[in-house]
């Protein structure tokens, strides 16, 4: 059986082996999220012990989870229905055991308590292995593990806290507290002690700021040892200062503007964290030539936080503007050089230095740089004027321009034929003919179009133009009417209908038909056979619609004359030697009215 010597030196090899193992895990994964014991209030690479004796009680602590948010997954690993499945083992189990031997976690919040029995004298740990994870990040075990350490009776295990520092707190520089080891041993009495202080680490070390460890250590009368520690950090409580200054302090010339030399000059200071200052722009300037407004910047980054950027925007100038006249549409748009859209006369300004002040066209407002120009029988010109904000000025002047705006008027139309006129066909007036007025740029001309004498309803159109290409329309609609024909007159029966559903006349083929049909202009007879422009037949379609015999036939070959004493025209028509066949026959006269009737040989 070990010695109580031999027990205490087996429990301090533990404790080392347990720190070192604790170190090197963390060091593999950093920046997982952790998985820590509530045997001290740290998470780091310190192994925790838990004190106790042969057939004393079980010691417990809880398994809880830190989110470290750099494994590439931000926040808590377990989120959703993420899971991680921890076993739980003890190196020795004739010292001490543990359970229970598997625990799970599924969020953040989850805690899981453990008993740690004690049995012989000596020294154990207790670590956990990931035996599966769902969540997609990694987690840092060797936080969990801590030592057990058994003492042979009647010595009971001290106990040992890290006092005036808070694991985890952020301290200002210049104002961490001192960090003390407080002991509580039932044998040998409470006793306190300063914590032992680890190196300040972290990029700005230099200047006192980053993470400390203060660490505890306390071995009682009887061998047993307890350790503690506590990490915390030490911040920069505030950002750097930015001064600018200008000299002249406030600008020589108008409107913001220097006229003279002025100087720039940046002071910018940091005393917490020097090491850690770091400076963007604050470049000194000195302005001794003519510039637009320019921006100089300055921004400053240290441990205690960004400042800036600061900006102070410096101009220059002692040059007067130009300007330049334009019209718009650039080119006339009319006949003879003239403008029949109101062009625009504008003015285009500038300097490179203080800008234009104003920029006016003539007889504008004052803000205004364009002018459009109203119709006028003669030329015009504008002018315009530029200033800028140093007083200085310049002119320009556009001139020659010709404006018509107004369309020209028919003044008059010449000729018969009024609006609403009508005239039957053949004793239509002559074409109209018209004449333009224009009080600007002049007429130029006027034409009548849409003349015609054919039977229908026409409009004249009369356009009259100016000078300048603008154009006005004045219409007038008229009617000429068709002559009225009647007939066929009997023995014929007329039929103007289609075939289906005409009256046929029913007639031996080869016989003379006589058509006689009358034609009136208006009341007035005509007796002049020229008034007929065509007599035709055509084969066509027979049907079953009712028949007429014809009881009357001519003799004689085909003619057209006109007969005084019956008072009409008369058409003697020697039908087709084609029995069973089917015509019509049509007369047109001069004006396009036709007469029709369908015949059936037999």
Known sequence: MATPTQIARRGRLGLVLGTMLATLLLAAVAYADDIANTLDLSVDAVAETLPLNVGGGAGTTTLYVTPRNGDGKSGCNLTGSATLVLAVSTSDAAVATVSPTSVTFGSCGDTRALTVAPHDAGSATISVSQVSNSSGGTFNLAPATFTVTVAPPPNTAPTIAVGGVAAGASYATGTVPAATCDVVDAEDGASSFAA???????????????????????????????????????????????????????????????????????????????????????????????????????????????????????????????????????????????????????????????????????????????????????????????????????????????????????????????????????????????????????????????????????????????????????????????WTLRGFFQPVDNSPAAPASVIWNSVKGGATVPLKFEVLVGATEQTDTAVVRSLTYRATACSSAPADDLELTASGGTSLRYDAVAGHYVYNWQTPKVPGACYVATMTTQDGSTLAAFFRLK
């Open 196 to 482: 032992t202080l680890g190196a300040v680490t972290g990029p700005y070390a230099s200047d006192g700021i980053g993470s400390q460890t203060a660490s505890c250590s306390y071995t009682d009368a009887g061998g047993l040892t307890a350790a503690a520690s506590a990490t915390y950090s030490i911040v920069d409580p505030s950002a750097p200062t930015i001064d600018a200054t200008l000299s002249p302090a406030t600008p020589d010339g108008l409107v913001g503007w220097y006229v003279g030399d002025v100087t720039l000059t940046w002071a910018v200071d940091e005393p917490e964290s020097p090491g850690s200052l770091a400076k963007t722009g604050c470049v000194d300037t000195s302005v001794t030539t003519d510039q637009a407004a320019t921006d100089s910047t300055c921004a400053a980054t240290s441990a205690g936080g960004p400042a800036g950027p600061v900006t102070v925007t410096i101009k220059r100038d002692g040059t007067a503007p130009t300007i330049a006249g334009a019209v718009a549409p650039a080119a006339p748009d009319g006949a003879a050089g003239w403008y029949t859209t109101a062009p625009t006369v504008s003015f285009t300004c500038a300097d490179v230095l203080s800008g234009v002040a104003s920029c006016v066209a003539d007889g504008t407002a004052p803000a205004a740089d364009s002018v459009t120009l109203g119709e006028s029988a003669s030329a015009q010109s504008v002018g315009g004027t530029a200033t800028d904000a140093a007083g200085n000025t310049a002119t320009a002047s556009l001139g020659g321009l010709l404006v018509d705006l107004s369309d020209p008027s028919v003044a008059s139309w010449s000729g018969s034929i009024g609006d609403g006129d009508s005239f039957y066909f053949g004793s239509v007036p002559p074409a109209p003919t018209c004449s333009a007025a224009d009080d600007v740029s002049g007429p130029a001309g006027c034409a009548v179009t849409g003349y015609s004498a054919a039977v229908g309803t026409h409009t004249l159109l009369a356009t009259a133009r100016d000078v300048a290409g603008r154009t006005a329309i004045s219409s007038r609609t008229y009617t000429v009417l068709p």
